[in-house]
């Protein structure tokens, strides 16, 4: 694996977790990131979440389909 897949395939990593950590604990989140209290705020780190969580998925996947054809970068 090249230095260019095995960054991508660690913010891969970094945004799944940190967006599936959002999106399921958005109470934890919230308090981590100092943010008020309310649902407002609890549906923006729902949304925000599966944001970064699409972001790891598709991030990864790209990398993984290019290992796996061959690709040389």
Known sequence: MT???ALM???AGAAGAAGL????KPA?????LGLPEGEASGYALRIAGMMLLALGLFLGGFAAVFMATGGAA
Request: proline residues 0%; without cysteine.
């Open 28 to 32: 934890a989140t919230r308090a981590w």
């Open 3 to 5: 230095r260019s897949l």
């Open 9 to 11: 395939a660690g913010i």
């Open 21 to 24: 950590t959002a999106m399921v």
